[in-house]
Structure formats: structure tokens, C-alpha cells
């Protein structure tokens, strides 16, 4: 069983995921989608985090039910991010997360800047639950469902869907 | 699939339908989890991984009593009133949208739309004693590949098939995989929509020869459970038909993921 931990200590270790390998992700990740994505693109707002070695995962929960940890939490569709992403991967970004193939500009922008892309199971959002252990609102908290939360996860089921040499699992 | 009787009175009616909408995004109709099951048994390598996640993640929203899918969705709710109703002086879109929304609180579910929720309802009158009631929400991971075709009023059903296939292709492993296909012909345009969205609802695994041809030429795209290839592109695919105008025939595809959440239950108020 791979582990891939997050924030990377080393960037070096992506080179050891290939296309179509399950890993499991353990450490800090950080949800985002469309509109956060849109209002940093059109400069209302920043990251609420260093990109630098972090991954986005593309996800809007439920809310959190009383004695959970976090409310339902699987990926959204990826390519709708498509547009945003490439700037990302350039500013040192080390994963993606969500469902679905991405564009030629993504797969090229992981290639240069040497980071991959992880395919998580659609349609889980009780199953990835269960893998986060602390979770908190980091930016956009008025956003509800689409505000960024730094969640601490583990044994987060993922296949590599773009490794950092282009290779590419829904190439068909 | 099952149809059991869901009894309320006047006075509890909201709550009883409340209830359906939580369990309608906690649990998966039985059948379809079984059909999973059995592709899971065949399946092999990174498709057999994302099987039995998606049977994992059953078993945890069941048993934990939380949504399958943090796309909880629009709900899109069929409602056929019965000729022994006491339903006929209700306002049925107030009485389902209230309860909708009571289920969100509830339930836990996700503000998933611009405005406070708001179901889709379609109320229709039926000859059958009882009234039935299907409750399906909608997660735009799939609903966003749903297509409306206007075509040749001669084109063959070999012709259609391609448009289909087509459709699939080219959502590429986006709306969650294996997909439940559902096809509506003819009517206008609204109706085959609806048409292919109430298919849907229909959940047997029994197949017309059409449909089943249909499904092995889906399944030869090679997507997979998961989109990342492999045998098992789709679980089924439903079609239903009506009359087409001579001039043309409205087609609409929906590519349902494979979490089809539906509830269908016979309403009883006393």
C-alpha cells in the first residue's frame, strides 16, 4: 500500500507515483471548487493557503452532522477547474483531487512543474468521511458548502490519474 | 423494485415525506446494490478497487445514517395522485417543497442550489387506487451530460443507438461510471426529457432486447466503474417511449451515475 503524505516534505517522492496506481493519501488537504476558484481568478480574494507542496481537493461537503468529524465528502468534477489549474501547478502546487479526465493544458502543466493528479472514487462521500480526522474552515466561510476547509485525512483511497510524466489514466 | 406502503395522517404527512427524502440520499434501492455486488465479483484490478468502494461506502451512509453523495442534489419528485386520494384538496407543490426543505435540516443535507431547495414535481393523476410517490435528487455530476436530440422522424433505432453511444463517449468517465442510461422518445422535447429521467426510476435489470443491445455497446466503450477503464461502463439502460410527431422525434438522454438514489413508495393519508 502507497502512501502519498501531504503537505510534501520532498518533492522528489511524486516521481515514485505512476497512472493507475491506488495510493492513500494521509495528512493535510484543503477543499476547493468552482467559486473559490473564480473569485481568486478575478482577484477577490487569495489562497488561504501555501500552495507550495499542499493539494486542493475539488469538494463541496455536507454539513457536518453532530458526532462526526466532517459532513459527506467525495470529489467533484474536475475539468470544470480545468481553466484555473495550470497557474496552480506553476506556483508549486503538489496535487489535485477530484474525478474525471483533465485537459491537455493540465496534464502539460503537471509534467513541467512536477506534480500529478489523483482520481478519488465518485459518487463516496460516506466512505471518504470516514478517512478525515480533524477538520476546519480556512478561507471563504461564507461560501457554505464551497468554502475552503483545511481536513486532516487518512487512508484516503485515490488511483494516480496524471503522473508528473504526463502518463495519463484516462488516456483511452 | 419494492413499493411499500408509507401510512400518515393529515397531521404527520410533512414528517413521513421528510423521512423519505433523508433515507432517499442514505440508501440505495436493493437491487442496485446487488448489481454492483455481482460486477464487483467479475471485475479486476482498479475497477474492482472502486467497486468495492462504492459497496463500502453503502454499508457506512446506511449504517451511519449520512447522504451517499455530498451532491444531495435537486430533487426531482413524481407524484400520481390515486382515485381514492384525500390528497385532492392539498397543495401538493407546498406540501412536497416544505418537506423537502425539512429534510435538508434534518437530514444534514447540502445547499446545492442558488436559492433555498426547491423540488422539481410533476403531479399527475392515476387510474391505480393508491397514490404513489418517487422521490429521486438529482446530483449534477450527472445531470449536466443529460442531452435533448431533435431528430429525422425516419432515423432507425440503429441511428439513435450511435447518438446514444456518442453521449457516453464523450462525457468520458465524468458522471460517475457505471452509469444507469436512461432514454425518453418522442413527445416534445420536454417530454423526452422527462421521459428519459423517469427511466431512471425503473430499477429491474430486466431488459428489452434493444435495451440490452444497447448496454453491450456502452459497455464496449471500456470507461469502467470509476472512468479509469475497464468492463463495466454500465449497469443498464432504460428506455421509454411515446408517439413521435411525423416531422421529427425528440430524443433525451440522461447518463445517470451509478448512486441511482430513488424512493418510491404508495401513500396512504388517513
Known amino acids: 500500500m502507497k502512501s502519498l503524505k501531504l503537505p510534501l516534505k520532498d518533492r522528489a517522492v511524486l516521481k515514485n507515483f505512476k497512472a493507475g496506481e491506488l495510493v492513500f493519501v494521509d495528512g493535510v488537504i484543503?477543499?476547493?471548487?468552482?467559486?473559490?476558484?473564480?473569485?481568486?481568478?478575478?482577484?477577490?480574494?487569495?489562497?488561504?493557503?501555501?500552495?507550495?507542496?499542499?493539494?486542493?481537493?475539488?469538494?463541496?461537503?455536507?454539513?457536518?452532522?453532530?458526532?462526526?468529524?466532517f459532513g459527506s465528502c467525495g470529489p467533484t468534477t474536475s475539468s470544470r477547474m480545468d481553466s484555473y489549474t495550470p497557474a496552480l501547478y506553476k506556483k508549486g502546487l503538489a496535487a489535485t483531487i477530484g474525478k474525471g479526465p483533465r485537459s491537455p493544458e493540465v496534464i502539460e502543466s503537471i509534467k513541467k512543474y512536477g506534480g500529478v493528479y489523483l482520481v478519488a472514487y465518485g459518487g463516496c462521500g460516506a466512505l471518504y468521511a470516514e478517512t478525515v480526522r480533524e477538520a476546519e474552515p480556512a478561507g471563504f466561510k461564507d461560501l457554505g458548502p464551497q468554502a475552503v476547509y483545511k481536513i486532516t485525512v487518512s487512508g484516503f483511497p485515490a488511483v494516480v490519474g496524471i503522473d508528473s510524466r504526463g502518463g495519463n489514466v484516462f488516456k483511452r | 423494485?419494492?413499493?411499500?406502503?408509507?401510512a400518515a395522517k393529515l397531521n404527520n404527512i410533512k414528517d413521513v415525506i421528510a423521512g423519505e427524502v433523508i433515507k432517499s440520499v442514505t440508501v440505495l434501492p436493493?437491487?442496485?446494490?446487488?448489481?454492483?455486488r455481482k460486477s464487483?465479483?467479475?471485475?479486476?484490478?482498479?475497477?474492482?478497487?472502486?467497486?468495492?468502494?462504492?459497496?463500502?461506502?453503502c454499508e457506512i451512509a446506511e449504517k451511519e445514517n449520512i447522504p451517499l453523495c455530498q451532491d444531495t442534489g435537486i430533487f426531482e419528485i413524481w407524484f400520481e395522485l390515486g382515485r381514492e386520494s384525500?390528497?385532492?384538496d392539498i397543495n401538493v407543490n407546498d406540501l412536497f417543497t416544505e418537506?423537502?426543505?425539512?429534510?435538508?435540516?434534518?437530514?444534514?443535507?447540502?445547499?446545492?442550489?442558488?436559492?433555498?431547495?426547491?423540488?422539481?414535481?410533476?403531479?399527475?393523476?392515476?387510474?391505480?387506487?393508491n397514490t404513489r410517490v418517487t422521490i429521486t435528487p438529482r446530483g449534477f455530476g450527472s445531470e449536466n451530460y443529460t442531452k435533448l436530440h431533435m431528430i429525422d422522424p425516419n432515423a432507425t433505432f440503429e441511428k439513435i443507438s450511435e447518438i446514444i453511444v456518442e453521449d457516453v463517449k464523450s462525457a468520458n468517465g465524468r458522471p460517475c461510471p457505471p452509469y444507469m442510461v436512461g432514454i425518453g422518445i418522442g413527445g416534445t422535447a420536454s417530454q423526452a426529457v422527462e421521459l428519459s429521467a423517469r427511466a431512471l426510476t425503473e430499477i429491474d435489470f430486466k431488459f428489452t432486447d434493444?435495451?440490452?443491445?444497447?448496454?453491450?455497446?456502452?459497455?464496449?466503450?471500456?470507461?469502467?466503474?470509476g472512468g479509469m477503464g475497464g468492463s463495466i461502463t454500465a449497469l443498464a439502460v432504460k428506455i421509454k417511449e411515446r408517439p413521435s410527431h411525423i416531422a421529427g422525434k425528440?430524443?433525451?438522454?440522461h447518463i445517470g451515475c451509478w448512486s441511482n438514489r430513488v424512493r418510491r413508495f404508495f401513500l396512504e393519508v388517513s
Not at chain 1, 473569485?39 to 507542496?53: A, D, Q, V, Y
Not at chain 2, 482498479?46 to 459497496?55: N, P
Open chain 2, 250 to 253: 425528440a430524443l433525451g438522454v
Open chain 2, 99 to 129: 418537506a423537502v426543505r425539512q429534510g435538508h435540516k434534518k437530514g444534514g443535507l447540502r445547499d446545492s442550489m442558488t436559492g433555498p431547495p426547491s423540488p422539481v414535481i410533476h403531479i399527475e393523476s392515476s387510474n391505480k387506487k
Open chain 2, 40 to 57: 464487483s465479483r467479475k471485475a479486476e484490478g482498479i475497477e474492482k478497487k472502486v467497486l468495492e468502494g462504492m459497496l463500502k461506502n
Open chain 2, 210 to 225: 434493444r435495451e440490452k443491445d444497447l448496454l453491450n455497446e456502452i459497455n464496449k466503450l471500456s470507461h469502467g466503474a
Open chain 1, 30 to 69: 484543503y477543499t476547493a471548487r468552482d467559486r473559490v476558484h473564480d473569485l481568486i481568478s478575478k482577484g477577490r480574494g487569495k489562497w488561504p493557503f501555501e500552495l507550495k507542496n499542499n493539494a486542493i481537493f475539488y469538494c463541496g461537503p455536507t454539513p457536518k452532522p453532530k458526532g462526526r468529524n
Open chain 2, 86 to 88: 384525500i390528497l385532492k
Open chain 2, 1 to 6: 423494485m419494492q413499493e411499500n406502503i408509507r
Open chain 2, 30 to 36: 436493493g437491487e442496485l446494490v446487488e448489481e454492483i
